[in-house]
T-cell receptor, first 114, second 115 residues
């Protein structure tokens, strides 16, 4: 069955530290890949997406993600976290060339210590 | 005005009541979606619609129905609300054009509590 796994439910980092949020997917074909962020009480905002080409993609707010086909992963990174990055982060996939339904992971909640 | 507007923002209703959540969009997209968010489960797809005449069930459609009144409007109904339908509900639209952006635009959500 198709699935998206975010292994870490909660992550806490210190402000200024680096961050990596993990995402693994299970699909027969290469999907389109996304990361969304949800700030408290807010809707979802697209951070970045991968369709094809360069496997390292840059997004908004200083985030980047790397697609690794061999590991079926699309991990999100940021070199230096800011207190305002505290939020919930969702990895999502959509089958390429299809009806672009998004399938979401369960999310990772990020806390940032001062 | 927001691209995707959901009403109401918050609602408390009693078990057994019928309730409708409304969504309207100004993106001009044909594709619209209803998702439900529960803690630890992420967002799960309830229904989706690729145009006014095309409505499809998602992974958790039981207990829900939808109506696509126009390209811009997509409503979700709970015919007889039950407490385990307490959740945060999101409406979304997506770019229909081929590879396009595939970027979804989400509404701000409706927090529904069934008591």
């Amino acid at each position: 069955a198709q699935s998206v796994t975010q292994p870490d439910i909660h992550i806490t980092v210190s402000e200024g530290a680096s961050l990596e949020l993990r995402c693994n997917y299970s699909y027969g074909a290469t999907p389109y890949l996304f990361w969304y962020v949800q700030s408290p009480g807010q809707g979802l905002q697209l951070l970045l997406k991968y369709f094809s080409g360069d496997t390292l993609v840059q997004g908004i707010k200083g985030f980047e993600a790397e697609f690794k086909r061999s590991q079926s992963s699309f991990n999100l990174r940021k070199p230096s976290v800011h207190w305002s990055d505290a939020a919930e982060y969702f990895c999502a996939v959509a089958l390429s060339g299809g009806y672009n339904k998004l399938i979401f992971g369960a999310g990772t909640r990020l806390a940032v210590h001062p | 005005d927001a691209d995707v507007t959901q009403t109401p923002r918050n609602r408390i209703t009693k078990t057994g009541k019928r309730i409708m959540l409304e969504c309207s969009q100004t993106k001009g997209h044909d594709r619209m979606y209803w998702y439900r968010q529960d803690p630890g489960l992420g967002l799960r797809l309830i229904y989706y619609s690729f145009d006014v005449k095309d409505i499809n069930k998602g992974e958790i459609s039981d207990g829900y129905s939808v109506s696509r009144q126009a390209q811009a409007k997509f409503s979700l109904s709970l015919e007889s609300a039950i407490p385990n339908q307490t959740a945060l509900y999101f409406c979304a639209t997506s770019d229909p054009s081929g590879q396009g952006s595939y970027g979804y635009t989400f509404g701000s959500g409706t927090r529904l509590t069934v008591v």
